[in-house]
Nanobody, 115 residues
Framework: QAQVVESGGGLVQAGGSLRLSCVVS????????MAWYRQAPGSQREFVAT???????DYADSVKGRFTVSRDRDMKALYLQMHSLKPEDTAVYYC?????????WGQGTQVTVSS
């Protein structure tokens, strides 16, 4: 059973930067899709960014130009570089991996942006 673990969250001032990391372990299979989602208090979980096996990426409009998603060569680690952070970016950030027809989620890492 695959495990997905995020790290790198924290408290940062508006305009600052953070880098989130996600590691997939416990499986010999390579995720075909990995993504970041986030959930703010009182809101539904929303899509942030994704990267596919071929390397193509997509971003939510709200983070385009500020966030960059990347991965390691074997798709076992995922990263989210966040710049120009805004208070509205405050949320729990979740890593998602799609492996052999199954969805795997991490426990989330808190990102708090102070104004």
């Amino acid at each position: 059973q695959a495990q997905v673990v995020e790290s790198g969250g924290g408290l940062v001032q508006a305009g600052g930067s953070l880098r989130l990391s996600c590691v997939v372990s416990g499986t010999i299979y390579t995720p075909t899709v990995m993504a970041w989602y986030r959930q703010a208090p009182g809101s539904q979980r929303e899509f942030v960014a994704t990267i596919r096996g071929g390397g193509s990426t997509d971003y939510a409009d709200s983070v385009k130009g500020r966030f960059t998603v990347s991965r390691d060569r074997d798709m076992k680690a995922l990263y989210l570089q966040m710049h120009s952070l805004k208070p509205e970016d405050t949320a729990v950030y979740y890593c998602y991996a799609f492996i052999r027809g199954h969805d795997f989620w991490g426990q989330g890492t808190q990102v708090t942006v102070s104004s």
